[in-house]
Nanobody
Framework: QVQLVESGGRLVQAGDSLTLSCKAS????????MAWFRQAPGQEREFVGQ????????HYAESVKGRFTISRDNAKNTVSLQMDSLKPEDTAVYYC??????????????????WGQGTQVTVSS
């Protein structure tokens, strides 16, 4: 299965921008739909955004729409999450995930069968 490693998480202040990266190995990234999820302390894992294997489709959670942008470079086996206008509510561990099957507009975590270890994003008020 594809291996995923996230990087780029930092301590930032409200209003700042930050870009997270996900590097894949073991398989060609172009074979997978990709998504970002996040999990805050004491909270369930939450969908953030996803992008189809060919980059034809993207969808975002309402809480981040207009502020976050997901992109990919299949030739480099990377996926990025650009986060703008960060809020304290964005504080969470962010996970990159790979879906080898069907792209669903309403993403289901169970469809994503490979996960990275997560990277911490902390937004101070």
């Amino acid at each position: 299965q594809v291996q995923l490693v996230e990087s780029g998480g930092r301590l930032v202040q409200a209003g700042d921008s930050l870009t997270l990266s996900c590097k894949a190995s073991g398989r060609a990234l172009g074979n997978y739909h990709m998504a970002w999820f996040r999990q805050a302390p004491g909270q369930e894992r939450e969908f953030v955004g996803q992008i189809s294997a060919s980059s034809l489709l993207t969808h975002y959670a309402e809480s981040v729409k207009g502020r976050f942008t997901i992109s990919r470079d299949n030739a480099k086996n990377t996926v990025s999450l650009q986060m703008d206008s960060l809020k304290p509510e964005d504080t969470a561990v962010y996970y990159c995930a790979a879906n080898p099957g069907t792209y669903r507009i309403q993403a289901r975590a169970s469809d994503f069968r490979s996960w990275g270890q997560g990277t911490q994003v902390t937004v101070s008020s």
